[in-house]
């Protein structure tokens, strides 16, 4: 049951469209524009840095508020347990920014959502190690679907390590359920980006460009 509230909490979190709501203010619907995500990277693309930006940090940071509020909530009374309904609460929140139900269950791939999760799980190190690779993978290729799927492998790998290394002091039993779970998340965000896996493999995926607000 606890998974479950887990889960809810970080859904209504994630319900939060960041891209979205900013578009709607400039009075525009970023899923009709580019490529029709909500996400960071095709604001980035359709309406300039700044949108791109403010997307990313609300993204990010609506993950990074579930997983606190879910410590709140628990904290007292299943801190054996803590690490495990955290990636529970950060599950529901890339549920809730992939498939809002308020937009038809058409949100963003969960990348910046995760990439809040990997803040609130892991450690500063392991969030410098997938920054420096994002950037450079991004800056040498121009693909930003690539770097984003190194993050999401740095996530997992990062979340067994810590695991493996007695930093969530939690039993086997559990961490191998968290490593299920972070084994998910990797692999729901992969399926994502398969168009964008489809267009890489073909030659034809779009490099990042940056747009102006018309």
């Not at 609130?120 to 770097?147: H, M, P, Q, R």
Request: hydrophobic share 50%; with cysteine; glycine share 12%.
């Amino acid at each position: 049951m606890e998974r479950i509230v887990c889960i809810l909490i970080g859904y209504v979190f994630g319900l939060f469209q960041t891209g979205y709501i900013y578009g709607r203010l400039q009075h525009v619907d970023i899923r009709k524009m580019g490529s029709g995500n909500a996400g960071s990277t095709n604001a980035l693309r359709t309406l300039g840095v700044k949108a791109g930006a403010c997307t990313f940090l609300g993204d990010s940071f609506k993950c990074i508020f579930a997983v606190l509020a879910v410590r709140l909530i628990f904290g007292e009374t299943h801190g054996d347990i803590l690490p495990l309904l955290s990636i529970y609460a950060g599950m529901g929140a890339v549920l809730g920014h992939n498939f809002p139900f308020y937009l038809k269950f058409k949100g963003g791939k969960g990348i910046a959502a995760m990439a809040g999760l990997l803040a609130a799980l892991t450690n500063v190190w392991i969030c410098l190690i997938a920054i420096v690779v994002f950037v450079t993978i991004v800056a040498v290729t121009k693909y930003v679907s690539v770097g984003s799927i190194a993050v999401v492998l740095i996530f997992f790998a990062g979340v067994v390590f810590r695991g493996q290394t007695g930093s969530y002091g939690m039993a086997a039993p559990y961490l191998h359920e968290m490593y299920v779970v972070a084994a998910f998340l990797a692999v729901l965000a992969i399926w994502k980006h398969r168009a964008n896996i489809q267009r890489l493999l073909s030659g034809t995926e779009n490099k990042i460009s940056i747009g102006k607000k018309k």
